[in-house]
């Protein structure tokens, strides 16, 4: 019995049914996947991996990669997808603190990669996104069955390293119960079914587009338009093929920027999704008054997928992330005391239920610091809960202000200078200062071919905030700094400025 392969990808076999539609135009089917994936499973097997061992994975988004994924689950492998644009330092660290056995890279850093890899004990291989490599070559030849071996739900089943911005990342250990039962009620929330085509152009080394895109096709038995990233103009040819398309707010936002998207364009899609960053409530505004669609926003993390989400059917309310989804328990603490904040008060979120990750790789300290006793995860993000229990994130726990004492969340901030005529988006921040420890500094996007006026969104914070949360200082930028998933990167912002008031 291995549970996760069992329910995603064994269920599958002898299905010539599309699973992936490529650029090329060529299909692959449900049954040529499984057996890619297979040849992959003899190669890990030849290699010398056994059950719970690590591979790292550090390649770009193809077909291939992803019978990867499916390759490690089939032999018990624990698979551990990497951003592609990690270097090689925080490719050693995450290949040393992991013990990975094998890594598999692109061909193209192969020769720097090596030295590195067999220094640490691992071996090498390669997968392009042609589907060119030693890998691939090795398994050309190789069966296309391979017996399944037997794992429980409680086995890891891949390693999700967190970003590290206050110290060294975190490996996120992820049990086939945990990518399971998150994968069993997305597909019942959001009302998949083997009918779907999904518009697929999220990266695969993060778990909006493996552990939930994926999966919950696999599960539903629907097909992806499998894009190698995106691209508003690919989006906008092949939305007329999909049912479906799950994306950050960047897709949203560039599509709009398109005359080409209309209620034409999308009158054969039944949903589009959102997450890995907030989405503005404008964005939400100007995509239904475009499309006639409500944009679906929902809320998860690396330690334990998604977690709310609003609803299918029902009201989808702009600027909040739903509701907790059904199996998770969500509670709004105050981060001194971990007591229960009054309703609509702000404390961080914490989480409890079968998608809540096992814990952090040998940082036991760690884990105990975050995963409290009683199962409940403290996100480190902070929010509210509404009368309807509709949860609205307001900012990370490390991103508070504390100016004089007093508490300011950021997003308090921008919804006012978003709000603003000119103003496209903003990020607000705290900077050393002399007198306050902290005081408030205000970042700007403005609208194409737009000049904000400083004194107007000056007046505008003073006519809807106390006067400790207004910006001392308002910068211009022509864009905010963001990582692969859109979220904005205040540690960069902070970083750049952390001298403004302090010299």
């Known amino acids: 019995m291995n549970p996760l392969y069992d329910r995603l990808f064994g269920r599958h076999a002898g299905r010539n049914t599309p699973f992936l539609h490529l650029p090329d135009g060529g299909t692959l089917t449900h049954a040529g996947f499984l057996a890619a994936a297979a040849r992959f499973a003899h190669v890990l097997d030849g290699a010398g991996l056994q059950p719970g061992d690590r591979l790292a994975a550090q390649v770009e988004k ?71 490599g030693t890998l691939p070559e090795a398994a050309a030849d190789r069966p296309d069955t391979y017996p399944t071996v037997e794992r429980g739900e409680g086995d890891l089943a891949a390693f999700l390293y967190t970003s590290g911005t206050t110290g060294r990342s975190k490996g996120a250990m992820l049990t086939q119960a945990n990518l399971l039962s998150n994968a069993e009620v997305l597909v019942d929330h959001w009302r998949f079914s083997v009918e779907d085509v999904l518009l697929h152009a999220l990266p695969i080394f993060h778990t909006h587009g493996l552990f939930v895109a994926t999966n919950v096709m696999l599960l539903s038995g629907g097909a992806m338009i499998f894009l190698p990233r995106f691209d508003a103009g690919t989006l906008i040819a092949q939305l007329p093929r999909a049912t479906a398309l799950m994306g950050v707010p960047t897709f949203y936002t560039r599509l709009l920027d398109d005359p080409r998207f209309d209620r034409d364009l999308v009158q054969g899609m039944r949903l589009f999704i959102s997450g890995s960053a907030p989405l503005l409530a404008e964005t939400h505004v100007r995509f239904e008054e475009r499309t006639g669609h409500r944009i679906l926003e929902r809320y998860g993390m690396t330690e334990t997928n998604m977690n709310t989400s609003n609803p299918y059917e029902g009201e989808r309310r702009p600027g909040t992330v739903g509701l907790p989804l059904p199996g998770v328990t969500l509670k709004i603490t105050d981060p001194e005391t971990g007591d229960p904040v009054r309703q609509g008060d702000v404390g961080q979120i914490e989480v409890r239920g079968p998608n809540v990750f096992k814990g952090y790789w040998q940082m036991p300290e760690k884990t105990a610091a975050e995963l409290r006793s009683d199962g409940f995860f403290v996100t480190g993000d902070l929010g509210t809960m509404d009368p309807d229990g509709y949860i609205t994130i307001v900012g990370r726990n490390k991103d508070l202000i504390i100016s004089g004492g007093y508490n300011i969340y950021p997003k308090e901030v921008e919804l006012v200078l978003d709000d603003q005529p000119g103003v496209l988006e903003s990020a607000v921040i705290g900077v050393p200062h002399p007198d306050f420890g902290e005081t408030v500094l205000a970042v700007i996007v403005p609208e194409a071919g737009a000049t904000p006026d400083e004194a107007a969104l000056m007046r505008a914070c003073e006519a809807s905030l106390a006067k400790f949360k207004h910006p001392r200082r308002l910068v211009t930028l022509p864009e905010l700094p963001r990582n692969t998933m859109g979220k904005v990167q205040k540690a960069i912002l902070r970083q750049d400025y952390a001298r403004l008031f302090t010299g």
Do not use: H, W
């Open 62 to 132: 193809s077909p291939q990669a992803l019978a990867l994924y499916a390759a490690c689950v089939q032999a018990g492998v624990v698979f551990l997808p990497l951003n592609t644009a990690y270097t090689r330092d925080e490719l050693s660290y995450f290949i040393e603190n992991s013990g990975a056995k094998l890594v598999v890279a692109d061909p193209a850093k192969a020769a720097d990669t090596r030295p590195m890899v067999m220094g640490l004990g691992a071996r090498l291989m390669t997968l392009s996104a042609d589907g060119a």
